[in-house]
């Protein structure tokens, strides 16, 4: 034990130095010892018995269920529901007719725009909400407190939600055509703003935009402020400030609310058909038809692209910054 | 040097005689491990006495953390034991230890009062309710705390935080306690100030404390002993005067900061007074009883920054001395700090603040400086 | 001292100034706060018009003009099975009003058990978390409806069927997991390690230390879990509305939509279940707020440290410092 190598002197004497003058807290030693101790001596054991119960349920209630529409897209369609036949003729009727006639396609791409249409508005209104929210409001307190006061919400039914953006606001007689005719900018009620696609995608906005705001408000709120003042030092205009040094540290930010718009438009059920009232359709009300007409193994295999594309285009997302590293 | 090689604990003579004497702590060939082949502590020797205050003493990383949290039964060693009073703590975990560590940020419960806070320790003990509230209040009233005891740890300043971390492990009369880096969270004046109360404290109650910290001055002011660690293993064992002026190693002369090395050569031997050349034909001599090194051998001295003068060069320098030049003069209000070059090593000497005006900007000159022989400590690797 | 020291000290164009700078007004600051307001706006408009036009009298329908006399007459309409002579869905609301709550209180309580064991779990490394982690994400970014499809289809391969407490509710705390676990996430990441071994320091075993300890440090937490699983549930209708037979709330609103005329009192059930929600919130918040202000602010004034405020030996303790004067 006593004898092993003697280290190198000069090696030392540098580690030395550099502790002389910089007398912060042993990180080294800190860090080392989270790995250790009592607690984690018996981890293994303790970890399990902790995360078992969790995981036992989440298997039953979010993988199985995920892994069975896998299986009930290979099989056979009956009249009452669906028999243990392995075939691939749901997949080969969806994909067949690889054209956009094809209503399966053409409520992809509705939903795909949709998505698109949501990510970038969201990003584009939701920016400046989040920098004024962590960059504008001095006190901490303060912007919390507004923080929350935009955020609250989020906690309301979006069912509710889109009811009140549908009836009251939007349609022909809606408040909002009543008021445009009233301040003389259109003289006929826009019928766009009815149950149409166009209804929906402003809906999106709205019951979507916070899943946005949130992750850029907490990265902004990490950016260093003289890193900014710093820039504009070294002579950047406002516009490659925000290019060089908001921007990149803001990106995964923008990756992760991206994500979660794009997963959750294209998912989108209820908010379509609500205010869709039926003369809107996407991928959801598409799959939900199916599921009332007892063709289950078709709508387990719309389910399954749907998932597909969806991972591709999570994919998509993730390559504009690298989340592991960064967060 | 890896030995508890120093005698007699000098600083336990003044520490008033208490009821807990055992044989006190040792630390037998502690090792720790860490998976990944991390070691962070080596063959760790020690003896520490009750009543004795030990400050461990060393850069970031050095493993004094670790082995302050192995005694007190937060990291469990992968080799060596530690015995208190004829016990092994082996495998004990913290609450069956007779040990109490004061954490570097306090650690206090931020959902229980001040009192609470400090009778912890002695419901956990199963004392009833009246007796620990009034043992509770009796270590208050030691730390000058009683009229907050009702308060929230975070209504609380610094040092009044720092204090209730005291009373909280006081009151559990352990027979050892750990204190890890208790003074680093304290801005300057107030640690000054601590450095003071936590000595005052300690030496009435006789017990054993063991202090953590990477501040040098801390230890010096504070330790009647000093173990100065570095890479995992313990360099020098001493009390501060010895480490402030007879660093054993090169790693401890340069860790304490202020001393001038001279690395070079055994140039010639008289019985046990050696004379070491470096390359620039500086020239040190040294009394070294007991030194078995040959003419020629790789020899290193440190002299003290403080112990060297500042004299008029004439004719060429004599053995002690060395003719530099003056690269800054660093004013510092109490002295001055004159960095120095002979051609190798930065020399340093510090004289008292009021030199300054005749010192004021002469970088560029060239001087001499001198020491007396009886300055110079010989170094082992 | 010398001449060179009393030259450097004085200047004639040297001058200590004393006049406040002048505070410029920041305009993107005022322009942001602007666009903040009507951002708030375009979020609340919708509910506030909601709200408004559900006090309209008997002939008021579902979009402007207000038609009155005001009145509460919707809003009777929500709890009384007949108000003035008219038959009202009241029993329907009230059923699936009662069937929403127990079920998001249940809900509550499920996510907030699961969501702190998981995170209690997730406090160590442990080989396979990266995978681990990645499974609650998926439960989070998993469309409502697919789950709702795909428990569905399960039950219906087991043969049993699905109902509001055995599938419904299950589907429903899946998705309120990965929020309450976020949240715990957080409260664990500012969380002081040293407490729990200071308390085991003074004598507490491991079952002492987590129910004197870390239980009370993290119960805001635990209980911000719950109140995600209580409100997503509340609110849900993708994932229940394959499941269920009997209504809740959501689906009841649903109904009312599809109704032959859709009538204020739509407004009334939706103004309504947004108000439970958002004094649920707001109230959280608020004793939340309490509790952090009444645990008190720290001292930062070093005359305070420095005064007198107690000392353990106040003459040692300058002597030693020697920084009074």
């Given at each position: 034990?006593?004898?092993?190598?003697?280290?190198d002197?000069?090696?030392?004497?540098?580690?030395?130095?550099?502790?002389e003058e910089?007398?912060?807290?042993?990180?080294?030693?800190r860090?080392?010892?989270?790995?250790?101790?009592?607690?984690?001596?018996g981890?293994?054991?303790?970890?399990?018995?902790?995360?078992l119960?969790?995981?036992?349920?989440?298997?039953?209630?979010?993988?199985?269920?995920l892994?069975?529409?896998?299986l009930?897209?290979?099989?056979?369609?009956?009249?009452?529901?669906f028999v243990r036949?392995?075939?691939t003729?749901?997949?080969?009727?969806?994909?067949?007719?690889f054209?956009?006639?094809?209503?399966?396609?053409k409520?992809m791409?509705?939903?795909?725009?949709?998505?698109?249409?949501?990510?970038?508005?969201?990003?584009?209104?939701?920016?400046p909400?989040?920098?004024?929210?962590?960059?504008?409001?001095?006190k901490?307190?303060?912007?919390i407190?507004?923080?929350?006061?935009?955020?609250?919400?989020?906690?309301?039914?979006?069912?509710?939600?889109?009811v009140a953006?549908?009836?009251?606001?939007?349609?022909?007689?809606?408040?909002?055509?009543?008021?445009?005719?009233?301040?003389?900018?259109?003289?006929?009620?826009?019928d766009?703003f009815?149950?149409s696609?166009?209804?929906?995608?402003?809906?999106?906005?709205q019951?979507?935009?916070?899943?946005?705001?949130?992750?850029?408000?907490?990265?902004?709120?990490?950016?260093?402020?003289?890193?900014?003042?710093?820039?504009?030092?070294?002579?950047?205009?406002?516009?490659?400030?925000?290019?060089?040094?908001?921007?990149?540290?803001?990106m995964?930010?923008?990756?992760?609310g991206?994500?979660?718009i794009?997963?959750?438009?294209?998912g989108?059920?209820g908010?379509?058909?609500?205010?869709?009232?039926?003369?809107?359709?996407?991928?959801?009300?598409?799959?939900?038809?199916?599921?009332?007409?007892?063709?289950?193994p078709?709508?387990?295999?719309?389910a399954v692209?749907?998932?597909?594309?969806?991972?591709f285009?999570?994919?998509?997302?993730?390559?504009?910054?690298?989340?592991?590293?960064?967060l | 040097?890896t030995?508890?090689?120093?005698?007699?604990?000098?600083?336990a003579?003044?520490?008033?005689?208490?009821?807990?004497?055992?044989?006190?702590?040792?630390?037998?060939?502690?090792t720790?491990e860490?998976?990944g082949?991390?070691?962070?502590?080596?063959?760790?020797?020690l003896?520490?006495?009750?009543?004795?205050?030990?400050?461990?003493?060393?850069p970031?990383?050095?493993?004094?953390?670790?082995?302050?949290?192995?005694?007190?039964?937060?990291?469990?060693?992968?080799?060596?034991?530690?015995?208190l009073?004829?016990?092994?703590?082996?495998?004990?975990?913290p609450?069956?230890?007779?040990t109490t560590?004061?954490f570097?940020?306090?650690?206090?419960f931020?959902?229980?009062?001040?009192?609470?806070?400090?009778?912890?320790?002695?419901?956990?003990?199963?004392?009833?309710?009246?007796?620990?509230?009034?043992?509770?209040?009796?270590?208050?009233?030691?730390?000058?705390l009683t009229?907050?005891?009702?308060?929230?740890?975070?209504?609380?300043?610094?040092?009044?935080?720092?204090?209730v971390?005291?009373?909280?492990?006081?009151?559990?009369?352990p027979?050892?306690?750990?204190?890890?880096?208790?003074?680093?969270?304290l801005?300057?004046?107030?640690?000054?100030r601590?450095r003071?109360?936590?000595?005052?404290?300690?030496r009435?109650?006789?017990?054993?404390?063991?202090?953590?910290?990477?501040n040098?001055?801390?230890?010096?002011s504070?330790?009647?002993?000093?173990?100065?660690?570095?890479?995992?293993?313990?360099?020098?064992?001493?009390?501060?005067?010895?480490?402030?002026?007879?660093?054993a190693t090169?790693?401890?002369?340069?860790?304490?900061?202020?001393?001038n090395?001279?690395?070079?050569?055994l140039?010639?031997?008289d019985?046990?007074?050696?004379?070491?050349?470096d390359e620039?034909?500086?020239?040190?001599?040294?009394?070294?009883?007991?030194d078995?090194?040959a003419p020629?051998?790789?020899?290193?001295?440190?002299v003290?920054?403080?112990a060297?003068?500042?004299?008029?060069?004439?004719g060429?320098?004599?053995?002690n001395a060395?003719?530099?030049?003056i690269?800054?003069?660093?004013?510092?209000?109490?002295?001055?700090?004159?960095?120095?070059?002979?051609?190798?090593?930065?020399?340093?000497?510090k004289?008292?603040?009021e030199?300054y005006?005749?010192?004021?900007?002469?970088?560029g000159?060239?001087?001499?400086?001198?020491?007396?022989?009886?300055?110079?400590?010989?170094?082992?690797? | 001292?010398?001449?060179a020291?009393?030259?450097?000290?004085?200047?004639?164009?040297?001058?200590v100034?004393?006049?406040?700078?002048?505070?410029?007004?920041?305009w993107?600051?005022?322009?942001l706060g602007?666009?903040f307001?009507?951002?708030l706006?375009?979020?609340?408009?919708?509910?506030?018009?909601?709200?408004?036009?559900?006090?309209?009298?008997?002939?008021?329908?579902?979009?402007?003009?207000?038609?009155?006399?005001?009145?509460f007459?919707?809003w009777r309409?929500i709890?009384?099975t007949?108000?003035g002579?008219?038959?009202?869905?009241?029993?329907?609301?009230?059923?699936a009003?009662?069937r929403?709550l127990w079920i998001?209180?249940?809900?509550?309580a499920?996510?907030?058990?699961?969501?702190f064991?998981?995170?209690?779990?997730?406090?160590?490394?442990f080989?396979?978390?990266?995978?681990?982690?990645?499974?609650?994400?998926?439960?989070?970014m998993?469309?409502?409806?697919l789950?709702?499809?795909g428990?569905?289809?399960?039950?219906?391969a087991?043969?049993i069927?699905?109902?509001?407490w055995?599938?419904?509710?299950?589907?429903?705390?899946?998705w309120?997991?990965?929020?309450?676990?976020?949240?715990m996430?957080?409260?664990?990441n500012?969380?002081?390690?040293?407490i729990?071994?200071?308390?085991?320091?003074?004598?507490?075993?491991l079952?002492?230390?987590?129910?004197e300890?870390?239980?009370p440090?993290v119960?805001?937490?635990?209980?911000?879990a719950?109140?995600?699983?209580?409100?997503?549930?509340?609110?849900?209708?993708?994932?229940?509305?394959?499941?269920?037979?009997?209504?809740?709330?959501?689906?009841?609103?649903?109904?009312?939509?599809?109704?032959s005329?859709?009538r204020?009192?739509l407004y009334?059930?939706?103004t309504?279940t947004?108000?439970v929600?958002?004094f649920?919130?707001?109230?959280?918040?608020?004793?939340?707020?309490i509790?952090?202000?009444?645990?008190g602010?720290?001292?930062?004034?070093?005359?305070?440290?420095?005064?007198?405020?107690?000392?353990?030996?106040?003459?040692?303790?300058?002597?030693?410092?020697g920084?009074?004067a």
């Amino acid at each position: 034990m006593s004898s092993s190598s003697p280290p190198d002197p000069r090696l030392d004497v540098a580690e030395i130095e550099e502790a002389e003058e910089i007398e912060t807290t042993p990180r080294t030693e800190r860090a080392l010892g989270d790995q250790g101790g009592p607690r984690g001596r018996g981890g293994g054991w303790v970890t399990l018995a902790w995360g078992l119960p969790g995981f036992i349920w989440l298997a039953f209630y979010l993988v199985a269920p995920l892994t069975f529409i896998v299986l009930v897209s290979f099989w056979t369609r009956t009249d009452t529901g669906f028999v243990r036949d392995w075939t691939t003729a749901d997949y080969g009727a969806l994909l067949h007719p690889f054209n956009l006639d094809n209503s399966y396609w053409k409520n992809m791409l509705t939903s795909f725009e949709t998505s698109l249409i949501a990510v970038a508005a969201c990003l584009v209104f939701g920016f400046p909400v989040a920098y004024f929210l962590a960059m504008k409001v001095e006190k901490l307190q303060n912007q919390i407190a507004l923080f929350i006061i935009a955020l609250a919400p989020f906690w309301t039914s979006f069912l509710t939600r889109s009811v009140a953006w549908a009836y009251p606001l939007m349609g022909r007689e809606g408040a909002l055509n009543q008021f445009l005719i009233k301040v003389h900018i259109v003289s006929q009620p826009v019928d766009a703003f009815g149950f149409s696609t166009l209804s929906v995608r402003l809906a999106m906005i709205q019951l979507y935009i916070l899943f946005m705001v949130t992750p850029l408000f907490f990265l902004l709120g990490q950016v260093d402020r003289y890193a900014i003042e710093a820039a504009r030092d070294l002579g950047g205009n406002w516009f490659s400030v925000f290019k060089e040094i908001i921007l990149p540290q803001t990106m995964p930010g923008i990756v992760i609310g991206s994500i979660f718009i794009f997963v959750l438009t294209m998912g989108e059920y209820g908010t379509v058909a609500v205010i869709g009232q039926g003369a809107v359709s996407s991928v959801g009300t598409f799959i939900q038809q199916q599921v009332l007409g007892i063709q289950y193994p078709q709508g387990a295999a719309s389910a399954v692209l749907l998932v597909v594309v969806l991972i591709f285009g999570v994919f998509g997302i993730t390559r504009f910054a690298n989340l592991r590293e960064e967060l | 040097m890896t030995e508890d090689a120093v005698g007699p604990t000098e600083g336990a003579a003044g520490a008033a005689p208490s009821e807990q004497r055992g044989s006190g702590l040792d630390l037998i060939a502690l090792t720790k491990e860490f998976t990944g082949g991390v070691v962070a502590v080596d063959d760790v020797n020690l003896h520490v006495d009750h009543g004795e205050y030990v400050v461990l003493l060393g850069p970031s990383g050095c493993g004094k953390t670790t082995t302050l949290r192995m005694i007190g039964g937060h990291e469990y060693p992968t080799g060596g034991d530690i015995v208190l009073d004829g016990q092994s703590l082996g495998g004990l975990p913290p609450h069956k230890r007779p040990t109490t560590t004061v954490f570097q940020h306090f650690a206090l419960f931020p959902h229980r009062s001040v009192l609470d806070n400090v009778s912890f320790g002695l419901k956990m003990d199963k004392m009833p309710k009246h007796a620990r509230r009034a043992r509770a209040m009796e270590a208050l009233e030691m730390v000058g705390l009683t009229e907050l005891a009702s308060r929230k740890p975070r209504a609380l300043s610094g040092g009044q935080q720092q204090r209730v971390a005291l009373a909280r492990v006081l009151v559990t009369k352990p027979k050892a306690l750990l204190l890890d880096e208790p003074l680093g969270d304290l801005d300057r004046l107030l640690q000054l100030r601590m450095r003071g109360e936590l000595r005052n404290l300690q030496r009435p109650l006789g017990l054993m404390f063991i202090h953590v910290t990477h501040n040098q001055e801390e230890a010096l002011s504070m330790a009647d002993r000093i173990v100065v660690m570095n890479d995992a293993r313990i360099q020098q064992i001493a009390d501060p005067l010895t480490i402030a002026t007879r660093p054993a190693t090169e790693l401890v002369a340069r860790f304490m900061g202020d001393n001038n090395i001279i690395r070079g050569k055994l140039a010639e031997r008289d019985g046990d007074r050696l004379v070491i050349e470096d390359e620039h034909g500086v020239r040190a001599s040294v009394h070294a009883p007991g030194d078995k090194r040959a003419p020629g051998d790789a020899a290193m001295v440190s002299v003290r920054a403080a112990a060297v003068e500042i004299a008029a060069a004439d004719g060429p320098a004599p053995l002690n001395a060395a003719d530099c030049e003056i690269i800054f003069v660093e004013f510092l209000g109490d002295l001055v700090k004159v960095h120095l070059t002979s051609g190798g090593e930065r020399l340093l000497v510090k004289v008292p603040g009021e030199r300054y005006p005749a010192l004021r900007g002469r970088e560029g000159e060239r001087v001499r400086i001198s020491w007396k022989e009886e300055d110079v400590q010989l170094l082992s690797a | 001292m010398t001449s060179a020291a009393e030259a450097a000290a004085t200047r004639p164009q040297d001058r200590v100034t004393t006049r406040q700078p002048k505070r410029r007004r920041d305009w993107a600051k005022w322009g942001l706060g602007t666009y903040f307001v009507i951002f708030l706006v375009f979020l609340y408009a919708p509910m506030i018009l909601m709200a408004i036009l559900s006090f309209q009298g008997y002939y008021g329908g579902v979009t402007f003009p207000f038609r009155g006399p005001a009145g509460f007459d919707w809003w009777r309409s929500i709890f009384e099975t007949q108000v003035g002579g008219v038959f009202t869905h009241a029993e329907d609301i009230r059923a699936a009003g009662e069937r929403s709550l127990w079920i998001s209180l249940a809900a509550g309580a499920i996510v907030a058990f699961f969501a702190f064991t998981l995170s209690m779990a997730f406090r160590r490394r442990f080989r396979g978390d990266g995978v681990a982690f990645y499974v609650i994400m998926l439960a989070l970014m998993t469309p409502g409806f697919l789950l709702g499809l795909g428990t569905q289809l399960l039950w219906k391969a087991m043969g049993i069927q699905t109902s509001l407490w055995w599938s419904a509710l299950g589907a429903n705390s899946v998705w309120g997991i990965p929020f309450g676990f976020l949240v715990m996430l957080a409260v664990w990441n500012r969380y002081d390690e040293h407490i729990e071994e200071a308390a085991s320091d003074l004598g507490a075993n491991l079952v002492t230390t987590f129910r004197e300890v870390t239980l009370p440090l993290v119960w805001t937490g635990i209980f911000g879990a719950a109140l995600f699983g209580f409100t997503l549930t509340w609110n849900d209708f993708d994932r229940t509305v394959l499941l269920v037979l009997d209504n809740t709330l959501p689906l009841q609103i649903v109904g009312l939509i599809q109704a032959s005329a859709i009538r204020p009192d739509l407004y009334a059930l939706g103004t309504a279940t947004t108000l439970v929600t958002l004094f649920l919130i707001f109230s959280v918040l608020i004793a939340v707020t309490i509790r952090l202000r009444l645990r008190g602010r720290r001292v930062d004034r070093v005359e305070e440290e420095l005064g007198l405020d107690g000392a353990i030996d106040v003459e040692a303790a300058a002597q030693a410092g020697g920084f009074g004067a």
